[in-house]
């Protein structure tokens, strides 16, 4: 069995590969099929006083292609790792031959949901976003924001960069090293005047309070939204959707996310104001943008599918 660290990982997953791939595989298809959630707690006096330090998330994600590959990513989620000084997500991938069972890899399961991430709603953006956007904010300076210039700019003529974080420091340090990779970058502290201004709005944020309004956003715009993966998180507000077309990675996020749950409360949103799926873009069975005025707008959860077919990247790509 083949092992990938990080480093390993991350090179054999190049975001125009990595955006090729994701675009075939949903359109072929795969079995995905629930994840498994399981909540794990330390007896008291183990791990911390507290029961969040005691408590883990565990999820367990499968898919396969039949007679081809099996996939299986672990997601460890503990908030109290924070007191520890450690993150509070670890992850890791197991690529098994789906017709023996053979273990073929063991592979970095952060890079793979980071990069992947992105990629997704790279690949959103390339059906939905106009052609000539040039202008993107990122909303939100954490490690898949990080990730969202380079994906974008696989896919549209990206010019400029704008990042916009709840500390304006980490905005500064994430428009840095933009520039750095080459890319003219600024911070902004003025949200509003930002979304105004961008041709794509990207928020990767764990807010559960709406972040970006409708009445900011520019004809013409797109809107990704990655953060709100549960029904108690928001990164838009209900105005966002008034007036757009809503395209979303899979059906499961009418189910999870609190973008797309809280509109449909509300009355603002039904479930067949969806307009597609990445499925059904990359089958060209749905219409993506129809014209320059329109806004769109593209909510993810995130799929076993992504992780499955960038596992199969990594490990074909190392079989030259």
């Known amino acids: 069995m083949q ?30 099929p629930a994840r498994h959630v399981h909540e794990i707690t330390s007896p008291a006096g183990e791990g911390g006083g507290d029961l969040a330090s005691r408590r883990m998330t565990s999820l367990i994600m499968p898919a396969w292609q039949p007679g081809k590959y099996y996939g299986v990513k672990i997601v460890n989620i503990v908030p109290g790792n924070a007191k520890r000084g450690l993150p509070g997500l670890h992850s890791s991938y197991l690529l098994f031959d789906a017709r023996t069972g053979v273990p073929l890899a063991q592979i970095d399961g952060d890079e793979i949901t980071q990069r992947r991430t992105a990629a997704a709603s790279a690949l959103a953006a390339s059906y939905l976003a ?19 210039p380079a994906a974008y700019r696989a896919v549209r003529p990206i010019e400029r960069v704008t990042v916009w974080a709840r500390r304006p420091a980490e905005a500064q ?39 970006v309004r409708g009445s900011w956003l520019a004809p013409g715009s797109h809107l990704d939204l990655i953060g709100s993966f549960t029904p108690a998180m928001r990164e838009a507000d209900d105005a966002c959707f008034e007036g757009a077309r809503l395209f979303v990675d899979t ?35 749905a219409t993506g943008r129809k014209n320059e005025q329109e806004r769109t707008v593209f909510k993810s959860v995130g799929s076993a599918l992504e992780d499955l077919a960038a596992a199969v990247l990594v490990y074909e790509s190392s079989k030259g």
């Open 3 to 32: 092992v990938y660290e990080a480093n390993a990982t991350r090179a054999a997953l190049p975001f125009d590969r990595l955006i090729a791939t994701l675009r075939e595989r949903f359109a072929g298809g795969c079995e995905v």
């Open 173 to 211: 340090a994430m428009a840095a090293q933009v520039r750095e990779a080459g890319l003219p970058a600024f911070a902004s502290t003025d949200l509003a005047a930002a979304c105004s201004e961008a041709d794509i709005v990207s928020c990767a944020t764990l807010s559960t309070e709406p972040l």
């Open 251 to 285: 059906d499961e996020a009418l189910q999870k996310s609190g973008d797309l749950l809280v509109p449909m409360q509300h009355g603002v949103l039904r479930a067949d104001d969806v307009r597609g799926t990445l499925t059904t873009l990359a089958k060209g069975v």
């Open 130 to 148: 106009r052609t000539d956007a040039k202008h993107l904010l990122v909303v939100g300076a954490g490690r898949v924001a990080h990730l969202l």
